[in-house]
T-cell receptor, first 114, second 114 residues
């Protein structure tokens, strides 16, 4: 009964490759997010989708392309991977954030680009 | 713009003692929410506690309480009777109401000593 799940948990790949990370939530939320946590543990939002529509795009390189096929899924595709893309990527979800709505996070995907 | 400051990069606390993790914030929003998350060494982000800017009482959730001082723009997390399992990174975060973007602090690494 996992609430927010991500696959894969670990991803090791070569520079220049293209890779995807998948996220699914079964909480009935209508808003999903991607965050990046760098090597210093700093967390920063990348994207947010509400009802399959993009609502936040935080100056992320256009090599990163999120896709939301439905409210329960938000995938992240990364083209031409670079060394600096190595990080932990977290998916999160919430109801549309009015007042108290809390974002619940997935377990993270640890991406290492060699 | 919103900013979260956590001035304690690391803390060591004896088991069973209470611990206070500091968090100050800056925002131009009139209404906002403050959140604390725990990240154990396994890497997942666990929601702990929420405080709304207009809540009259400080939030409590089991051993966690939030010492909210609006005039000082501080939202410190208090953990009572600390346990070894409390050893983790702790992140303070905030967002304005109606704003999807959750802004995180740099985190405090808490280590509980037996």
């Amino acid at each position: 009964d996992t609430a927010v799940s991500q696959t894969p948990k670990y991803l090791v790949t070569q520079m220049g490759n293209d890779k995807s990370i998948k996220c699914e939530q079964n909480l009935g939320h209508d808003t999903m997010y991607w965050y990046k946590q760098d090597s210093k543990k700093f967390l920063k939002i990348m994207f947010s989708y509400n009802n399959k529509e993009l609502i936040i795009n935080e100056t992320v390189p256009n090599r990163f392309s999120p896709k939301s096929p439905d409210k329960a899924h938000l995938n992240l595709h990364i083209n031409s991977l670079e060394l600096g893309d190595s990080a932990v990527y977290f998916c999160a979800s919430s109801h549309f954030p009015d007042r108290k709505e809390t974002q619940y996070f997935g377990p993270g995907t640890r991406l290492l680009v060699l | 713009a919103q900013k979260i400051t956590q001035t304690q990069p690391g803390m060591f606390v004896q088991e069973k003692e209470a611990v206070t993790l500091d968090c100050t914030y800056d925002t131009s929003d009139q209404s906002y929410g403050l959140f604390w998350y725990k990240q154990p060494s396994s890497g997942e982000m666990i929601f702990l506690i929420y405080q709304g800017s207009y809540d009259e009482q400080n939030a409590t959730e089991g051993r966690y309480s939030l010492n909210f001082q609006k005039a000082r723009k501080s939202a410190n997390l208090v953990i009572s009777a600390s346990q070894l399992g409390d050893s983790a990174m702790y992140f303070c975060a905030m967002r304005g109401f109606g704003n999807e973007k959750l802004t995180f602090g740099t985190g405090t690494r808490l280590t509980i000593i037996p």
